[in-house]
């Protein structure tokens, strides 16, 4: 199975993945932006389109990638990754619906000004242009089409625990 965490950047992904790992029996962590990391070391470069996403061998390696890890793991996938694009997600679960793998769609949700505090005030990786470019397409997709298609936890007043426990009881029951 997969714990798939969406959402935008602040809203908590990494930090809650880790925490559902630890609570999720037999799960590891498994961050897609590792695929995409490996697409931009190629040189000469692909493309320039100004995100990894846009790159078809992307999804396509996302759906491998998680595809051979569980034959060869099994168990629980977590994985942290904002996708706003509605037909790059659909091409990544009917990927991973055709090889039999069971998807649990989240969406990690905060209200934008808390979303721009958080990213504002992270001190890891400080304030940052590109995450806050980011705040209004997660607003149009989650009117459009995101929180229809996921369940929605909403982390304006959670703690990262508080919203990894969420997630474990729902996958769960």
């Known amino acids: 199975m997969i714990v798939w965490l969406?959402?935008?950047?602040?809203?908590?992904?990494?930090?809650?993945?880790?925490?559902?790992?630890?609570l999720l029996p037999d799960s590891r962590v498994f961050d897609a932006e590792k695929v995409g990391e490996a697409l931009m070391d190629i040189k000469p470069g692909l493309p320039a389109l100004g995100n990894f996403q846009h790159w078809p061998p992307w999804r396509a390696l996302v759906v491998e990638t998680a595809r051979r890890v569980l034959d060869y793991t099994g168990g629980t996938l977590v994985m942290p990754m904002t996708v706003l694009v509605e037909e790059y997600w659909r091409e990544i679960s009917t990927g991973l619906a055709q090889h039999s793998i069971p998807v649990r769609h989240f969406v990690l949700h905060a209200d934008q000004e808390t979303l721009r505090g958080r990213i504002e005030g992270d001190t890891d990786m400080g304030p940052s242009a590109f995450r806050l470019k980011h705040l209004e397409p997660y607003a149009e997709a989650a009117r459009t089409w995101l929180h229809a298609d996921a369940e929605v936890i909403d982390t304006t007043r959670l703690t990262p625990a508080e919203a990894a426990r969420r997630i474990v009881e729902a996958v769960k029951n």
């Open 6 to 22: 969406n959402g935008t950047h602040g809203a908590g992904k990494t930090t809650t993945s880790a925490l559902v790992q630890q």
